[in-house]
């Protein structure tokens, strides 16, 4: 897991990790052993967080929205200050969406579940937050995470995936206003080999392999991700989405 001004927070698991890189490269909070359980780091890299949303900066679902159609930082234009940009770049909120879309990974950006019909032992659940999705646009996003030395680029922490959802309960709110993919990333899921890079990749964390089940485990989790890509490049054809490189 990975600590920063004090806050614990729990670590994504190997293939969580492991999907991250092989689409995304972006800054994820590493294990320091390579174990499937958490391990605590301390890293004063990374922004002072609220104790509230967990987050170096303050943004909510309504805010967020807002600085998607603004396009902050993209190719290198100036923000104006009434747009109300913050330093991250736009392309990371792009990055972010698909990666926690894959895992389903609801709690940076559907903290309260509004998107989806969640189980009682969710913690949105738990913690009786689902009643505040009627007014969605006033809810706070949280594990909103930079460096300090790079402001304009999201450090994933809190990643754990969920792959025990059904197709007819996907939170595809996950995806809202997001009008741009990376096209590193779509290349990946259209030419069908991440399965291929995964299981080499995952075979040669044997812990990690064996806590799974060994291969017949680490295949079924890689076809849940299969699906869910083929499913999110429908919807990125349906919906007219862009496809860029996003290097910036």
Same mark, same amino acid.
């Given at each position: 897991m990975k600590v920063s001004a004090g806050l614990v927070f729990p670590e994504a698991s190997v293939l969580d990790l492991q999907v991250a890189a092989f689409l995304l490269c972006p800054d994820v909070a590493l294990p320091l052993d390579g174990r499937p359980c958490p391990?605590?780091?301390?890293d004063s890299s990374l922004s002072p967080t609220s104790n509230e949303t967990h987050s170096s900066i303050k943004l909510t679902w309504g805010t967020y929205q807002q600085l998607l159609k603004q396009k902050c930082w993209q190719n290198g234009r100036v923000p104006k200050?009434?747009?109300?940009c913050t330093e991250i770049h736009h392309?990371?909120?792009?990055?972010?969406?698909l990666f926690d879309f894959l895992l389903q990974i609801?709690? =940076?950006?559907?903290s309260n579940c509004c998107g989806f019909r969640p189980r009682k032992e969710d913690a949105c659940v738990q913690n009786g937050l689902r009643p505040k999705c009627?007014?969605?646009?006033?809810?706070a996003l949280a594990h909103i995470i930079q460096r300090k030395h790079d402001p304009r680029h999201l450090v994933f922490i809190d990643n754990k995936g969920f792959f025990d959802r059904s197709e007819d309960n996907l939170n595809f709110k996950l995806l809202e206003g997001i009008k741009e993919f990376p096209e590193s990333a779509v290349s990946v899921l259209k030419s069908q080999h991440l399965r291929q890079k995964l299981l080499q990749s995952?075979?040669?964390?044997k812990v990690y392999w064996e806590s799974q089940g060994g291969r017949q485990g680490i295949e079924k989790?890689?076809?849940?991700?299969?699906? =869910?890509?083929?499913?999110?490049l429908t919807y990125i054809n349906a919906h007219g989405a862009k496809v860029?490189?996003?290097n910036e």
């Amino acid at each position: 897991m990975k600590v920063s001004a004090g806050l614990v927070f729990p670590e994504a698991s190997v293939l969580d990790l492991q999907v991250a890189a092989f689409l995304l490269c972006p800054d994820v909070a590493l294990p320091l052993d390579g174990r499937p359980c958490p391990v605590i780091l301390w890293d004063s890299s990374l922004s002072p967080t609220s104790n509230e949303t967990h987050s170096s900066i303050k943004l909510t679902w309504g805010t967020y929205q807002q600085l998607l159609k603004q396009k902050c930082w993209q190719n290198g234009r100036v923000p104006k200050p009434e747009w109300g940009c913050t330093e991250i770049h736009h392309h990371e909120w792009s990055k972010m969406a698909l990666f926690d879309f894959l895992l389903q990974i609801y709690n =940076r950006l559907d903290s309260n579940c509004c998107g989806f019909r969640p189980r009682k032992e969710d913690a949105c659940v738990q913690n009786g937050l689902r009643p505040k999705c009627d007014n969605q646009d006033a809810v706070a996003l949280a594990h909103i995470i930079q460096r300090k030395h790079d402001p304009r680029h999201l450090v994933f922490i809190d990643n754990k995936g969920f792959f025990d959802r059904s197709e007819d309960n996907l939170n595809f709110k996950l995806l809202e206003g997001i009008k741009e993919f990376p096209e590193s990333a779509v290349s990946v899921l259209k030419s069908q080999h991440l399965r291929q890079k995964l299981l080499q990749s995952l075979f040669l964390d044997k812990v990690y392999w064996e806590s799974q089940g060994g291969r017949q485990g680490i295949e079924k989790l890689i076809d849940v991700i299969e699906q =869910r890509a083929k499913i999110l490049l429908t919807y990125i054809n349906a919906h007219g989405a862009k496809v860029l490189p996003m290097n910036e």
